[in-house]
Each structure stands twice: as C-alpha cells, then as structure tokens.
C-alpha cells in the first residue's frame, strides 16, 4: 500500500504547498489522476503526513519542523533485536 498526499501549491509556486488530501492506493492498482493545474501528488508513505502539513521542495513538515520518517519494517526489527541482544546481555551479567 502506497499514499500520495494531495497538495494544493501556493500561488505562482510548483515547489511549496499545502497537503489537501491523502491517497492510499493498493499495490495492484492502475493510477490515473488527473490534478487541476494549482494541485500535484507526492509521494508521502514513508511520513506520518496529515492534512494541513506544508511541503515544501519534496520535505513535508508540521509546526515548522520537517517530519521524521516512519521507520521500514526492516528498520523496527533491527532495533528490537539490538534491544533483546542488550536485555540477554545484561541478564548474562547478572547470572554470573
């Protein structure tokens, strides 16, 4: 599943606007969508993007500040297995 954020430029801009909507589009789905001229999508699965956030030259931010990315599956996994690796550690340390 992919997202496209909506996002309605600011006048005379193609390269900063405001998300206007959200997308979920299914991996096996045919894309056609056709965007009035003041209007292009992005790209926004990997960030918890919401309506209302600005995106400005490919960054989506909130309050100011760019969003943090949404951590890959891959990435979640890695850090709970460094984490079980530290707990197992310390309760090595402690059997001793």
Known sequence: ???????????????A???????????DTAIGIT?????LSWDCGQYPVAIGDRWEDGVFSRDGGPL????TDAEKIAELEAQMA??????????A
Not at 86 to 95: D, I, K, M, N, S
């Open 1 to 15: 599943m992919s997202k496209l954020a909506i996002i309605a430029l600011d006048e005379g801009s193609m390269t």
């Open 17 to 27: 606007g405001t998300v206007c909507n959200i997308i979920e589009i299914a991996s």
């Open 35 to 39: 965007l009035p001229l003041e209007q």
């Open 68 to 71: 943090v990315p949404v951590p």
């Open 86 to 95: 530290a707990l197992l550690g310390v309760e090595t340390e402690v059997q």
